[in-house]
């Protein structure tokens, strides 16, 4: 009984180590989309947070550096993506999914470049135990905080307006440009903590691809908690525990593949059931201009 | 016309300033890092012959991009697509007992089948439901992945197959060889008669205007008769069968057998390529070969100017974001 | 004289190949009700715009004595958010760093009571009647407190009751110094409450009255420049049963339609009269098959079952010309010729094979755009370059095409200038003496009045009254509409 309810216990521990870097990249999600940018590049700014947290950390030796330096770099991929769309008011997916393209070339050639090999840096000082608790304990706190500046802050309303109606909130003084901008360059910094989580927490390097789609199921995340901070967390959570719950299953016997591919099949699903009910920002997605 | 040369060189651009820089940055001048990239893509006939193989390989699905970007879809799912369909050929090939004028059209078609199957489920999803075909097709990449690993190393294991990967196809399921003692094969004419047939498809036909008008303007197109959400299921499907073979000509006339690593991320560059041919199939073919260049130029490059390969993943990802233009704008609509 | 509150001088705007506005000037005193009337499409809601400042002109200055409010004739209402939300947005009220609800919902209020201009404040503006909006709108304007109010055709989604609510709170404002300046083409409305008269047309100043000293009449003789073109002559017809139309319902909440009965003959034009919002929407998408409805219609005794699809409607022989032009019926990008296609493209003769046969095409486009005198007259010219005028008219040829059983015309002449509408009036009255059966929906009881054989009124979902047009009571019928 007590080896059960210890099974139990590293399930949920599992999850939530699954589950922190959805977290952070929904929660960036979701402040980009409410302002009305679709930020499919949550994937990209992952992987260059990884990246240079690693990066950095080798250099100074200081892990905390290199979450810092990691938050910098997921907010300047933000922030290309923020220019795109707002001064240039191109097609954000489109967008975003070259952004994606981009930092993977980009980090594997760096690998080279900082590290001299392909495919793997080699181990740096990491944030260790201490620091995963704390980065857990921190997107939950992240969670709360954006609801309040969301729903309780005059930024957090005149973001909102942005994505529901950009013309009405230019109309009523408020730089529709600005705030998005804004809004997708601090998602960014936030979904980078993700980055950061993977590369200096639960890991203490960088490998090619070991963001693992992990931005995209944050997307499915994001819809799937109906661009709210609460719902998204508790989406997150939910894919979270089907990728913990590979490892305990993989002892059933059952196909490893076919236990990797439960989170992807879980978005896959949550996609399909509640797309078509829950409703984006209005202006999610589209351009603005003056 | 002149959107699409603009374009080009905006591309040119990037690929020549970019590239310069990334190979500064690496202690090589941008001189002896695009040499050996052309010499390497361009420098003899076998050379050729291997940039013609890669041009191939983004063709195709380049096409299938641009059907769906027709039909205002973004299909990012091309790399599964192309996975399912070169598994599909890997396996029918060896297990089915047909001569080879009857098998390879055959088993060329199952390829095309597999991805039509797996973008139509993308298809399907979002004309029913309504589900982003974006995040689905992203997911089914992944999935696609798995599933075709777990399938040679378990239920369609075959005898001879090494680890992950498919026994070598007999000869008569392989596509016949274009430049002797290369390994490009007849697949080059068929993705150019491929892209001959969208060019007139899109342009002249009932089916391409609907798609187009499907993609262009929703409502108008509704209240034409059009319908939306089998018009989304096709296109996707069509456009996941296009993938699909480039996959199963992949298996059948380069590697002649199927391994989940057949694509180095084709169906992500052949976004770049969609776009820098703005859509239309005969300006892919020539996107194709830019892009094809730098495939296959990027090898050489590595081994004789030590410069990266993933230096080319990071100037096509620019290349998207350089051209993801206005012209998408990317609606969230249901059918 | 007061000085002036608002003062336009040289005000020229140009939309690529359209001049807006020419060579305009202006004035507006504090405390006078001023109209400015014209037809579609003669400047006005552009000058407004750019005396509210959201526009910049090409040449010429604004002035003002103080801040502009504008409502907006189709709202710039945030329709997720809450109507205090609304209202104080960019200036809410602060509690260190959050937002002082109580007392946002208390100025709301204020505002509102002063001004007796009913609202809750918690509510979601999506969840509220048009005219409810149309509140918000104001009060959110009112909240700054302008020196100048612009109201851009303000009484067009109202009931007559509403309207006189709505005029009475503009008097108030008025008396209290605020200069207003309302856009519209209501004469009555003009001759009611204005004090000063401004005629626009193409763009210019034509005219200008003080209102106790001028008539609808002349200012309609001003706003056409002359006489308004005759509509095409009605032809006797024997109007035999088309459409049959029983208890249909379609959509939900707000806005649907709640069984409606009524039948449209061959060789008859039947008008929809009502207030948009009323259902004509749902009416119009449940006939073109677009929208799931409950309910029996049948086209010359066939059956048209709610599954049915507009491919298969089409078919059949109905067209339908929808309400939004830009948004519902044109592809912007393309030019005339593929336009033209749109709709038809499975039908022979344009249909050959698998293939679209551009000869035919071409014909079709060329037909249409001499049928209609569309200009510049270019098939090949991109849709999105025309007029408004002018693409109305190639939606209209395109919907009139090939002898149409029914054409449900939804709005055919909004936006669209007084050549343009005569044009497109005469044709809908040609069709109908050729033996169509034609549905008039049009939130314009003039243009009704001008075309239709009989008349429904639509109020909340139902037909309410029926009219022929012989007998057509101008009174009861708005009485109606506004469900009394």
Redesign the interface.
């Known amino acids: 009984m007590s080896d059960f309810g210890g099974a139990l216990l590293a399930l949920l521990a599992l999850t939530l180590v699954k589950a922190t870097p959805l977290i952070y990249a929904a929660l960036g999600g979701v402040l980009s989309e409410r302002s009305g940018v679709v930020n499919i590049g949550l994937e990209g700014i992952l992987t260059a947070a990884a990246f240079f947290a690693v990066v950095a950390s080798a250099a100074t030796g200081s892990p905390i550096a290199g979450a810092a330096a990691g938050m910098v770099a997921g907010a300047a991929v933000a922030a290309i993506l923020a220019f795109a769309a707002t001064r240039l008011g191109v097609d954000q997916i489109v967008a975003g999914t070259g952004l994606n393209i981009m930092a993977l070339g980009g980090a594997a050639y760096g690998l080279v470049l900082v590290f001299n090999q392909p495919g793997a840096s080699r181990e740096v000082p990491s944030l260790g135990k201490p620091g995963e608790v704390v980065l857990i304990a921190l997107a939950f706190a992240l969670a709360a905080a954006l609801w309040f500046a969301l729903f309780?802050?005059?930024w957090g309303?005149?973001v909102?307006?942005c994505g529901?109606?950009p013309?009405?909130?230019e109309?009523?003084?408020?730089d529709a440009l600005q705030t998005r901008f804004w809004a997708v360059v601090i998602g960014g910094a936030i979904a980078a903590l993700g980055g950061v989580y993977l590369s200096l927490a639960e890991l203490d390097l960088y490998s090619d691809g070991m963001t693992a789609g992990r931005g995209y199921i944050a997307l499915a995340a994001v819809i799937f908690g109906r661009w709210n901070p609460w719902g998204a967390l508790g989406a997150a959570l939910f894919f979270g525990f089907f990728a913990a719950l590979q490892y305990s299953l993989q002892r059933a016997g059952i196909p490893s593949e076919l236990m990797q591919a439960l989170p992807y099949v879980a978005a896959l699903v949550a996609l399909a059931g509640f797309a078509g009910r829950v409703r984006a920002?209005?202006a999610d997605g589209i351009p603005f201009e003056r | 016309m002149g959107r699409t040369l603009r374009d080009a060189l905006i591309a040119l651009g990037i690929v020549f300033g970019v590239g310069s820089g990334a190979m500064l940055l690496a202690h090589v001048s941008p001189i002896d890092g695009f040499g050996a990239l052309f010499d390497g893509a361009l420098g003899n006939a076998s050379e050729l012959a291997e940039t013609l193989l890669q041009t191939t390989a983004l063709l195709f699905p380049a096409l299938g991009i641009a059907l769906a970007f027709r039909a205002g879809l973004f299909n990012i799912g091309a790399e599964g697509q192309i996975v399912l369909g070169g598994m599909t050929a890997g396996i029918l090939g060896v297990a089915l007992p047909l001569p080879g004028p009857l098998l390879i059209p055959v088993v060329l078609v199952a390829g095309a089948c597999a991805g039509g199957l797996w973008g139509g489920l993308a298809g399907f999803l979002k004309a029913r439901f309504g589900a982003n075909e974006v995040i689905s097709t992203l997911m089914l990449n992944t999935i696609a992945i798995l599933l075709a690993t777990y399938l040679i190393g378990g239920p369609f294991k075959q005898p001879g197959a090494g680890a992950a990967e498919t026994p070598q196809l007999p000869p008569a399921a392989w596509l016949p060889v274009l430049v002797p003692n290369s390994r490009l094969s007849v697949s080059f004419l068929i993705a150019l008669a491929l892209a001959a047939a969208l060019q007139y498809a899109f342009h002249?036909?009932?089916?391409g205007?609907?798609l187009r008008?499907a993609g262009?303007?929703p409502?108008?197109?509704?209240?034409?008769?059009?319908?939306l959400g089998r018009t989304a299921f096709s296109a996707m499907a069509l456009s996941g069968a296009i993938a699909g073979l480039g996959g199963a000509t992949i298996v059948m006339g380069v590697l002649h057998r199927f391994n989940t690593g057949l694509s180095p991320g084709y169906g992500f560059v052949a976004i770049a390529v969609a776009l820098v041919g703005n859509l239309e199939p005969l300006f892919i073919i020539i996107a194709a070969f830019g892009f094809g260049i730098l495939q296959s130029g990027a090898i050489a490059m590595q081994a004789e100017a030590n410069v990266p390969r993933d230096i080319v993943t990071l100037i096509e990802g620019l290349v998207i974001v350089a051209l993801a233009g206005r012209r998408f704008v990317a609606e969230r609509r249901t059918s | 004289m007061a000085e002036a509150a608002l003062r336009l001088r040289g005000i020229s705007k140009r939309f690529g190949a359209i001049l807006a506005v020419d060579g305009v000037d202006l004035d507006v005193a504090p405390g006078e009700i001023h109209a400015l009337v014209g037809e579609n499409g003669a400047g006005k809601s552009t000058l407004a715009a750019i005396a509210y400042g959201?526009v910049k002109p090409d040449a010429g200055t604004v002035e003002t004595g103080g801040s502009v409010g504008l409502v907006h004739q189709h709202f710039?209402?945030?329709?997720?958010?809450r109507v205090w939300?609304?209202i104080l947005?960019?200036?809410?009220p602060?509690a260190g760093?959050?937002?002082d609800r109580v007392r946002a919902r208390a100025i709301v209020a204020e505002l509102a009571a002063r001004h007796g201009l009913a609202v809750d404040p918690d509510a979601f503006v999506e969840t509220l009647p048009i005219g409810i909006k149309q509140r918000v709108e104001l009060l959110?304007e009112l909240a700054r407190e302008p020196a100048v109010l612009l109201l851009d055709e303000p009484t067009a989604a109202l009931a007559p009751s509403e309207i006189d609510t709505f005029f009475a709170t503009v008097r108030a404002l008025a008396q209290r110094g605020t200069a207003i300046l309302i856009v519209t083409h209501k004469l009555a409305e003009v001759m009611g409450y204005s004090g000063r008269v401004t005629v626009m047309r193409s763009g210019k100043i034509v005219a200008a009255f003080r209102t106790a000293q001028t008539s609808a009449d002349a200012i309609a003789r001003a706003m056409v420049g002359g006489e308004i073109p005759a509509l095409a002559a009605r032809a006797a017809t024997r109007p035999a049963a088309r459409l049959a139309v029983r208890d249909i319902c379609a959509g939900s909440g707000a806005g649907a339609l709640a069984g409606a009965t009524f039948g449209v003959a061959a060789g008859e034009i039947v008008g929809i009269a009502g207030i948009e919002g009323n259902g004509q929407t749902m009416l119009a998408d449940a006939i073109?098959g677009?929208v799931p409805y409950t309910g029996e219609m049948a086209l010359d005794g066939e059956l048209l079952a709610p599954a049915l699809?507009?491919?298969?409607?089409?078919?059949r022989g109905i067209r339908?010309i929808?309400q939004d032009r830009r948004?519902?019926?044109?592809?912007?990008?393309?030019n005339i010729i593929?336009n033209v296609?749109?709709?038809r493209?499975?039908d022979p003769p344009l249909?050959r094979g698998?293939?679209?046969d551009r000869e035919v095409a071409g014909r079709f486009a060329t037909d249409i755009i001499e049928r209609f005198d569309v200009r510049p007259p270019n098939p090949k010219a991109f849709v999105g370059t025309l007029s408004g005028g002018n693409q109305q008219k190639i939606v209209v040829g395109r919907a009139l095409a090939g002898a149409p059983k029914l054409v449900v015309a939804y709005q055919p002449t909004r936006g669209v200038d007084i050549g343009a509408a005569a044009l497109v009036g005469s044709r809908l009255i040609e069709a109908r003496n050729a033996g169509a059966a034609v549905l008039l929906i049009s939130f314009e009881l003039d243009e009704i009045f001008a075309l239709a054989d009989r008349i429904f009124v639509l109020f909340g979902g139902k037909f309410v009254g029926e009219f022929d047009r012989a007998e057509l009571d101008r009174g009861r019928i708005g009485a109606l509409m506004a469900g009394g």
């Open positions: 309780r802050t005059p309303l005149h909102r307006a529901e109606n013309r009405a909130a109309v009523a003084g408020i920002p209005a | 002249r036909t009932v089916f205007y609907e008008a262009k303007a409502e108008a197109a509704r209240r034409a008769g059009i319908d | 959201a710039l209402l945030i329709e997720r958010l939300e609304n947005l960019g200036r809410e602060r760093a959050r937002i959110r073109a677009i699809s507009p491919a298969q409607r089409i078919a339908v929808p948004g519902e019926a044109l592809i912007l990008d393309w593929d296609a749109l709709g493209q499975r249909r698998f293939v679209i």
